[in-house]
């Protein structure tokens, strides 16, 4: 059977001599890593791994081959295409044979300065020989390489596992890179972009930034275009308004998502990296935002109360078996608004500073079950408990049947709702309060420990939220 080369442009087969073929890998996330490298992961490609699904040996290095005596070439387990026609590649000629080049003249010179000069006079011109070669050394080091930024590139990069769980941990948040295209295949389906309504495309006057008119290392500058390069008005002439060309893969906008999200990083910082307009970020920001907002929307993260106590610890289900959420309420830092009105409504005495508050619930374990919308951080934790919509919940689950009259609610001292919950027939647990009486007596100390105990649970939620943004 005539094997062909899947990889792109590629026209090699198996009757060609001295070439060996090779299969995709067993390991799901190593074969969709050589999907990548090869370049038949676009959402319109119908490229599909299968059986006879061969890359031939021109598109590995040397070092991918398993040393053996026998003749059929094997590839090492972890080996990843990395040789193609639309690579940049390195090339080191043109830097070794300009060096030999610079020895050659320095050799040439000390040669005559030998016959013709005195030893002072030498030993001076083999320095300043020696200084040009360096300076010229210099230079070629120092000329910057070109690359957009794309998860492909960042896999290139990273050589190890290691590198490449550091590099996606820290750029999106996500424990691996496994566990990223995980994510991207459940809010996106068969990577299907066109699931996604994308915001207005980006107009005409949009523009893009030509970092090679600002690393052309090729043409020599002269004062003017020195000037150009630094002068903030005259940046407009180093821009094009080719953005909409640009189309970014479906995995490289959800990087560029992640990165948004993680590293906070601006729309300017993303479109130099990513080489599209700033708009054009915005574009691809807004539209992820609306579609992921709408897709977790409808997810069900409240699970039924049999659920709840199955996998309930079994010190809490011993202590207190009726809980079905533990709630607290969670503040984010903003910008102090113009509006002194609003200035006011936001500050909060707790942090001291301008926030905004919403009200979080998890389960006995810690899984995030309920998210309000955010509202003033001047806010008391007993309004926006009735201002968020969480009793009229609470009902609603009563009525199909997911939690019990009877059930009870976990929250801090903050949360003086027993009232409203007796209404609908739920319970309070929360620290007893001193009242008129002088001290705590010991069943209130117990049971205000035994409280606090396992309201860790949702400090510990909360404290992941806070830490990744």
Known sequence: MVHCCCVRDCNNNSTVTGLSFHKFPDDPSLAKIWTIKIKRNHPKDSFKVGEHTKVCSEHFLETDFINSFSTKRRLQAEAIPSVFAWSKQVVARPFIKKRRRLEEERELALAEQTETASEGEETLEVESKKSRVSRGIQVDR??????????????EMADTTKKKT??????????????FMEVLEFVLPGLDRSKIIYCDTVAASETQIDMSVLFDSDKTTDSSEDSQLVDSENTDDLLETNARDHKLPVEDEFLMFMMKLKLGLTNLDLAIRFYISQGRVSNLVNSWLIYLYTFFGKLKIWPHRDVIIEQMPSKFKEEYPSTMIIIDCTELKIECPSSLLKQSETYSNYKSTNTVKGLVGVDAKGGIMYVSHLYTGLISDKEIVKRSGFMKLLKRKIDVGEILRGDSIMADKGFDISSELSEIGLNLNIPPFLRDQSSFSEDDVIRTQTIAQHRIHIERAIGKVRRFL
């Open 142 to 155: 120092d000329t910057p390489c070109l690359h957009r930024f794309s998860l492909e590139t960042l896999l």
């Open 166 to 179: 550091d590099y996606i941990s820290h750029l999106t948040g996500f424990k691996s890179y496994e566990r």
